[in-house]
């Protein structure tokens, strides 16, 4: 299946990177790196920057004597929110309530139990989305003449991205679960670029930040944890009932995507 799907991504890169060089240009090239990414928003402080790779080709076009239009197209794999820290909090009485208060020691909804609804369980579970993004940027580079003799430029621009695929894979308690439901994640991501670009003669090495601007909700560990037990009495012992999830409060996890990009251009 990782061979098939590794087959199919290399022959739409090169099926839609072909236009690119047909274009009437000042210079072509391929371009590959690495990129660390991580979630902004509601899971930053449980996200880890985390390791993918981009590859891809691009060209470049004068547009004056100081600015140049480079469209690119990339194939890039991101991992986010990777080893997220989690709650999962549990309606202990059933009543369908999350909220009653833990520290004020009444008995809340008077059924003979104090204060027993809060966070029950704090669960670091290790393992990342997987994403496959077709990108599209639209990059303006400043040619600059003053700056270490030309070498440095200055990118900036949009990339309109696409969602090809992904997964959600992480561990708990011995256990292995799965998620490929994307269904929070939008089809079509839109980021803003900038970032520096070295010449060192037909090669440019890129440092790009790239800020996603639309906000995407993923699936917790908790949420796919509960989704993907066949018997909840399995995972949290026998005396929860098959009905256990109706009980049960995930974690929100949404917010948007960012990634520090390092590229190689290799001029053709």
Known sequence: MKISRTVLFTTLIVSLCSPLFAIDIDQKGIKLGLNYTRLLGNAAEHSDFTPG?????????????????QPELLLSSKLVYRNGKERLSLDNDADGSFDEDEYDL???????????????????????????FLEIPILFKTITHNISSGKMNFIFGPSFNILLSGEYKFTQGGYKFQSNDLSGISIFNLEVICGIEYNIGKYKIELRLNQ?????????????MMES???YEEFFGPSVGEDYSDYCKFQKVSGYNMSVTLLINIFL
């Open 53 to 69: 790779f981009s590859v891809g080709a691009f060209v470049n076009k004068k547009v004056n004597h100081w600015l140049v239009i």
């Open 212 to 224: 996603g601007v639309i906000e995407n909700n993923y699936k917790s560990a908790g949420e796919v």
């Open 229 to 231: 037990l066949e018997s």
């Open 106 to 132: 009444i008995d809340n909804d008077g059924d003979g139990l104090i204060d027993e609804d809060r966070s029950e369980l704090t669960f670091k579970a290790n393992g990342h989305y997987k994403l496959y």
